[in-house]
């Protein structure tokens, strides 16, 4: 049983994430242990009032009550409330922006690099993301990047995996171990698997996943004239007309390799493509080595 006095029970803390400020002010600690988590590489000391303030509280009598801005909810279960709080945040993030643009993609560092996971909901880049990081690689973001049009660079919106039972069951399998945390599997942030930094960087690799599961996996190369058309059906209305948009995408596909991923079984297809990330970065490591070899 807690028992501080009811105004001592509530912890605030501030957080920026790319230019979008907001605090969070709970009374239930694994919440705030669950939030900390997830946006750690954001902190931001704050003598003015934020963009925005998030609320999660616990009530004896009606569960789990959450509010941010106009949207507001109450549930049974900590977990449900904590998800529906950070998808509303995310929302908020994404409209505070002036001119980035968002792109519904998975994101994974490689090197000084992203690779880019594109896909309709439900294609699978959650899972498949994570099966790349029991292979080597951080995962910064799960679902949402955002796009610099100028520069080009892509910054990772970091958010919960969403990961349902048989996607739990199938890692699993594959031979993910999941850290140990509040709310176990149904909240885990990419610092539970050691990201430390959500680092800008431009993206050298965009693959789409589409088409129904095969047999085995399939990895195709596709223009990026094409792979830009991919993109735009999986980014939302943002700051810049659709012309503009047009134009950021085609030169993001024109600085990378694109490919089209069919995916098969997961542990096959998360090899062939953690087989064509490291074929791709490969050469790279070859010329510095050679660079390094040369040195007087």
């Given at each position: 049983?807690?028992?501080l006095?009811?105004?001592e029970?509530?912890?605030?803390?501030?957080?920026?994430?790319?230019?979008?400020?907001?605090?969070?002010?709970?009374?239930?600690?694994d919440?705030?242990?669950?939030?900390?988590?997830?946006?750690?590489?954001?902190?931001?000391?704050?003598?003015?009032?934020?963009?925005?303030a998030?609320?999660?509280?616990?009530?004896?009598?009606?569960?789990?009550?959450?509010?941010?801005?106009?949207?507001?909810?109450?549930?049974?279960?900590?977990?449900?409330?904590?998800?529906?709080?950070?998808a509303?945040?995310?929302?908020?993030?994404?409209r505070?922006?002036?001119?980035?643009?968002?792109?519904?993609?998975?994101?994974?560092?490689?090197?000084?690099?992203a690779?880019?996971?594109?896909g309709?909901?439900?294609?699978?880049?959650?899972?498949?993301?994570?099966?790349?990081?029991?292979?080597?690689?951080?995962v910064?973001?799960?679902?949402?990047?955002?796009?610099?049009?100028?520069?080009?660079?892509?910054?990772?919106?970091?958010?919960?995996?969403?990961?349902?039972?048989?996607?739990?069951?199938?890692?699993?399998?594959?031979?993910?171990?999941?850290?140990?945390?509040?709310?176990?599997?149904?909240?885990?942030?990419?610092?539970?698997?050691?990201?430390?930094?959500?680092?800008?960087?431009?993206?050298?690799?965009?693959?789409?996943?589409?088409?129904?599961?095969?047999?085995?996996?399939q990895?195709?190369?596709?223009?990026?004239?094409?792979?830009?058309?991919?993109?735009?059906?999986?980014?939302?209305?943002?700051?810049?007309?659709?012309?503009?948009?047009?134009?950021?995408?085609?030169?993001?596909?024109?600085?990378?390799?694109?490919?089209?991923?069919?995916?098969?079984?997961?542990?096959?297809?998360?090899?062939?493509?953690?087989?064509?990330?490291?074929?791709r970065?490969?050469?790279?490591?070859?010329?510095?080595?050679?660079?390094?070899?040369?040195?007087?």
């Open positions: 049983m807690n028992l006095p009811p105004e029970r509530w912890t605030e803390d501030f957080f920026c994430v790319y230019g979008f400020a907001f605090r969070f002010r709970t009374n239930h600690p919440a705030r242990h669950c939030w900390v988590r997830l946006y750690r590489q954001f902190p931001d000391s704050r003598t003015t009032e934020p963009a925005g998030a609320v999660l509280e616990e009530t004896p009598a009606e569960g789990y009550h959450w509010m941010l801005a106009d949207k507001a909810g109450t549930t049974s279960d900590l977990c449900g409330a904590l998800l529906n709080l950070e509303s945040l995310c929302e908020a993030i994404i505070a922006q002036q001119c980035s643009i968002a792109v519904h993609a998975a994101t994974l560092l490689s090197g000084d690099s690779v880019l996971i594109a309709r909901s439900g294609a699978g880049k959650s899972t498949l993301s994570m099966a790349l990081a029991r292979r080597g690689l951080a910064v973001s799960d679902d949402v990047t955002l796009v610099e049009p100028d520069t080009l660079k892509v910054l990772p919106i970091p958010r919960c995996f969403h990961l349902d039972e048989r996607s739990i069951a199938l890692l699993k399998s594959d031979g993910l171990q999941f850290p140990t945390a509040p709310l176990g599997p149904a909240f885990l942030a990419p610092s539970d698997f050691g990201v430390t930094a959500m680092p800008s960087c431009h993206a050298r690799l965009l693959v789409f996943i589409s088409g129904p599961r095969e047999e085995h996996p990895l195709t190369p596709v223009s990026q004239a094409e792979m830009a058309a991919r993109l735009l059906q999986e980014t939302g209305q943002g700051p810049l007309n659709n012309s503009e948009t047009v134009g950021v995408l085609s030169r993001l596909a024109a600085g990378a390799s694109c490919y089209n991923l069919i995916p098969g079984p997961l542990a096959p297809t998360a090899d062939a493509l953690a087989e064509l990330i490291q074929r970065d490969r050469p790279q490591e070859e010329r510095t080595a050679r660079q390094i070899a040369v040195m007087p």
